[in-house]
């Protein structure tokens, strides 16, 4: 399936170093750019979904988990909100509506773990992220920019299913493809700081110029891609088709009625 996004990788970064000399303080890179860092410049309707809100995010009502299109430089995401982005772009419906689910879908761009350094440790993780964020104390989300997006809906769940099959990350309730993912600008409503306020997200690591293909990515995450539907289609048209040829060469020349080699179906055997 074709797409008609043009992906122009957008590597700045406002990072700043600090007084160590191993450690860069990501604090001003803004949602916009991180954004921009994963999905380039975005041209036709297709849209990266954000979520923006205040308070707990396990206590609002659900209407508030629909989102909107991110649409650069124009879409507001407040410090003082729990930010969220897809990692997919979604087509608007008929109607002109976006909505983070897998008939939307356009294209993956990245993918995420989550709750790494708590249900996930860091040894499990090979590759250098694109990104790291944490969403808590010593909690983090970490990404990893595909070089180039998926636009099979279902490679693309096949990809992710198999990181959530493999522990890295939890299920998303629309489906792997429509997964958002803590923005760095942002607080968390449900855990609070040292001093008792409202955690604020930080950005730790960014690398938007690091990007890896799905194998990369497979073999860094020591994950297994499984089958998808149409894949054991296709083995069990061939696995008929070895039988139909076996079959054939057990009869001999003799035995061959004319048109034999048209059958189609054959009884067990």
């Not at 979604?90 to 709750?115: I, N, T």
């Amino acid at each position: 399936m074709m797409t008609n996004i043009s992906v122009l990788p957008n590597f700045k970064t406002s990072g700043n170093k600090t007084d160590k000399t191993d450690e860069t303080d990501f604090l001003a890179v803004s949602n916009d750019e991180f954004i921009k860092g994963i999905f380039g410049n975005i041209v036709g309707s297709e849209r990266p979904i954000v979520v923006s809100f205040p308070g707990d995010p396990s206590k609002v009502r659900p209407g508030l988990w629909f989102g909107k299109p991110w649409i650069a430089d124009k879409t507001p995401l407040a410090d003082k909100n729990n930010n969220y982005t897809s990692f997919a772009t979604f087509k608007p419906d008929d109607e002109g509506k976006y909505r983070r689910q897998k008939k939307q879908f356009a294209a993956l761009y990245a993918v995420m773990l989550d709750d790494v350094g708590v249900k996930v440790d860091f040894d499990r993780i090979t590759l250098v992220p694109s990104w790291k964020i944490e969403t808590s104390s010593g909690n983090f989300q970490v990404g990893f920019i595909l070089d180039e997006p998926i636009t099979d809906p279902a490679k693309a769940d096949n990809l992710l299913n198999s990181i959530i099959d493999a522990g890295l990350c939890d299920p998303g309730s629309n489906g792997a493809c429509a997964r958002i993912g803590r923005l760095p600008v942002a607080i968390n409503g449900k855990h609070k700081n040292a001093d008792g306020c409202l955690w604020h997200c930080q950005l730790k690591e960014w690398n938007p110029e690091l990007r890896y293909s799905v194998q990369e990515i497979v073999d860094g995450l020591q994950i297994e891609l499984k089958e998808s539907s149409q894949q054991r289609r296709d083995k069990g048209r061939k696995t008929v088709n070895n039988l139909i040829r076996i079959k054939m060469m057990s009869i001999s020349p003799s035995r061959r009625k004319p048109g034999y080699h048209r059958i189609k179906k054959l009884r067990p055997v």
